[in-house]
């Protein structure tokens, strides 16, 4: 759901952890944001993404290793 006129400029990207495996619930392939290594998501979860590009905001999936990164970085600064 998005309110119009309600613009959020501070808030934090959202990240969505995704795994490079396929499963039965998660078939959809995207990217991950940062290395565009292959990943896999369900149908819930690719939407968001499909949104999130239509809305012009960054690739919002994560493999598991930029995940770790990601966790360092937010740890150390
Ligand atoms: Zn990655």
Redesign the pocket.
Known sequence: MTTPGSYINESPQTIIPATSIMTDEQQHEVR??????E?YVDEHSYRSYAEALLSGLDNPF??????E?YDDLAFEG
């Open positions: 991950c944001g940062m290395c565009a290594r990943l994560r493999c598991e290793f930029c995940c990164e």
